[in-house]
């Protein structure tokens, strides 16, 4: 059969749809160019070299000071600044339009061309082929009218995840013309709990065995969204605290959410020690014990609070906690007056409780000099504009603004715009000279207020974190326009700020951590609780012990701080109280206390207590204050105070002179219970007492008598006989109880 006509047909019927076909082919083929967008140099390849780790501080960002001389700006905030240096630097050696694959940029990116950073893009990734199509299409900086980032959503936003689990995460962003993206492979995330859960760089969230809340950071382009997932440990609870205030309402809520049962309210004489420490960093006198112990009252609780809120004692210990953060520094021995005076109007304030804005109003409004003005000594210690914003927002409002001035903020959306708004708030301050050696008189200079972006040159009005306070004219005084802001119901930070920082002093964890980290990217581990405290503090006008007495008073504080079968691993949701080192001043003052001994001070009359001193200068001339951490008034953060415990504190304690010499002083409480005729029961029950604010247990009480009484065996003593307890054996018990963690932790 001869089949060459047959084939021949086929060939030319193929031939023939071919041509037919051909033009739909090619009209699909070039409809499908048209939908392929031209790659845009912001919303495309910006995003790939920050998924890439290229525009990190460790790599080539300007922050980091960037490598071999190639920098881009931190996380891609200034894409212009960007394109300047991909396209236009060293000639432009790093693309290479020709053969775009050949490209520095790519080359370098896939470690093809050896690179410092290792390899950063696969060659089959979409990352590389966007890039490289990006070359291809002449490496513009723009294709047009682009839409913008509007904004990144998360989802979900919220979940509950249970312990060992797994969630995708999915990142949407969102344009100004309306459209939307999935940018889940291109978003960054971090976790701000490591511990409590990671997450990978596809999003995908992985939760450990901590039961709790952990927040998961989005960001893409500088928009930031969060995740917020529940760990819930699911246990049964069966009995919890009755609720006295709001406090217990959310913070019990929570726990029954995550299945977590808090631990029993504690017993009476450890809340007295508790609350005494917390609120006057002293122990109860044996007398406030036994008064306490003995009463019946049912308010007790309640109204030792309030007491203990009117005592000076309290103003001294807060005024401790302030000064430092306010950087009452000695550096100078003409510093002594300003100091003193300093540390004076801060405990007046305390003892009568001046509202906290005024407290503020005054500080950063302060004009005149330091004798007639004692808030004036603020601006002798923190003199630069830039400084002083820097510690004001930290301290004030939560804000870590540092970042801010070279560069915008990696984890927030403060710009250097927004850092020198803030500056511009202070650039009016006027100094002048006076009579005395160091001390300068502080005044409003009339003039405009404004400061100049060092990057752009610019000079900017003051703004606050990104509100207008309105018109300021030449005559007035732009701090004060700042503190109205400050101050307003409406400011997301201040009360936040403060009510956080209040609690972290209670509860050892703040609910949002650090305390002066305020920002969208690590939200609290109970907002619905911190909206309540903020609320309360505003309303109550800004009353700090008000805002003490919530706290104290409330079955939350009040929790015992041992643990359940369940509630062991808790750190952030308070099923129970968290025990804590005595800070530095409190130990030391309570150790005089407990060894009849007392500790002198430069400057300062005979009886002074550490909490009460009233700068720096005492901490580098006490040994003691040193090691266990008393901060030296150099810095706004709390971080400065060491609440860690070392080997060199516990050596201290076993060997030091110092110690040694409290436990023998003359007049001390061992020389005075070897010479008591009293009982050995009764002068070993009041050593518990000024120690615990309890009475020994029965074992305890048995082996401390059997210690005092046993005399040391030589040969010759008898089995059963007892001898009379020494100056040395007090000493020597006294010793025990004050190196035992039930003293040195408040719990």
Known sequence: MNILPQAVSTRRLF????????????????????????????????????????????????????????????????????????????????????????????????????????????????????????????????TGAEPELVSVEVQPERGLVEMGEKQQLKAIAKYSDGSTRNVTHTALYESNIKSMADVDEEGLVKVNDIPGKVAIMVRYQGKIAVFTAAIPLNAPIQ?????????????????????????????????LRRVTIDICGRFPTEEETKTFLDSTEADKRDKLVERLLQSPNYADYFASKWTPLLKNRRDAASDITPNFAFHAWIRDSMLANVPYDQLVRELLGATGTV????????????????????????????????????????????????????????????RKPTGVQGEDLIFHQRGMAQAK????????????????????????????????WMSSPENPFFAKALVNRYWKHFFKRALIEPEDDIRDTNPPSNPELMAALEEHFIKSGFDLKALVKVITQSHTYQLSSMPNEYNLHDRQNYSRFYPRRLQAEVMLDSIDDLAGSTSSFANLPPGTRAIALPDNS??????????????????????????????????????????????????????????????????????????????????????????LTTPVEDGKTKADAKKKPTNKDFQDLIWALMNTKEFLFNH
């Open 15 to 142: 031939f023939g749809l071919t041509l037919l076909l051909a033009p739909l082919y090619l009209s699909s083929a070039s409809r499908a160019e048209e939908v392929k967008q031209p790659v845009s140099f912001v919303n495309d390849v910006i995003p790939i070299l920050t998924k890439a780790g290229c525009n990190m501080g460790t790599c080539h960002a300007k922050a980091g000071g960037g490598q071999n001389g190639f920098q881009l700006s931190l996380l891609g905030f200034e894409p212009l600044e960007d394109y300047d240096s991909l396209v236009k630097e060293a000639h432009g050696r790093r693309l290479f339009p020709v053969a775009p694959t050949q490209s520095l940029l790519l080359t370098k990116a896939t470690n093809e061309t050896p690179h410092g950073g290792g390899k950063r893009l696969n060659r089959d990734s979409d990352g590389y082929r966007l890039i490289q199509r990006w070359i291809e299409e002449g490496a513009k900086w723009k």
């Open 239 to 271: 009995k919890v605290p009755s609720e006295k205030n709001f406090i217990d309402q959310h913070v019990f809520a929570n726990l029954k959410e995550l299945g977590i049962p808090p631990s029993p309210v504690c017993d009476d004489a450890t809340f």
């Open 371 to 430: 004798v007639s003005n004692p808030p004036v000594a603020w601006y002798k210690r923190v003199k630069d504009p830039k400084e002083q914003l820097e510690d004001i927002a930290q301290l004030f409002l939560g804000v870590r603004m540092q970042c801010a001035q070279c560069h915008h903020h990696p984890f927030e959306r403060w710009s250097q715009d927004d850092y020198y708004g803030l500056a511009a708030f202070f650039s009016q301050i006027g």
């Open 453 to 484: 972006n060092v990057k752009s040159g610019e000079m900017l009005k003051p703004v606050a974190l990104g509100d207008s306070v309105g018109e300021i004219s030449p005559d007035e005084d732009p701090r004060l326009k700042l503190v109205n």
């Open 618 to 707: 005492y901490t580098n001339s006490s040994a003691f204050l040193k090691v266990f951490g008393r901060p030296n008034s150099a810095s706004v953060c709390e971080c400065e105070r060491e609440q860690t415990s070392s080997l060199a504190q516990s050596l201290h304690l076993m060997n030091s002179s110092e110690v040694k010499s409290k436990l023998a002083a003359g007049g001390g409480r061992a020389a005075q219970l070897a010479k008591e005729d009293e009982p050995i029961e009764a002068r070993v029950k009041g050593l518990y007492m000024a120690a615990f604010s309890r009475e020994p247990r029965p074992e305890e009480l048995k082996t401390a008598i059997e210690f």
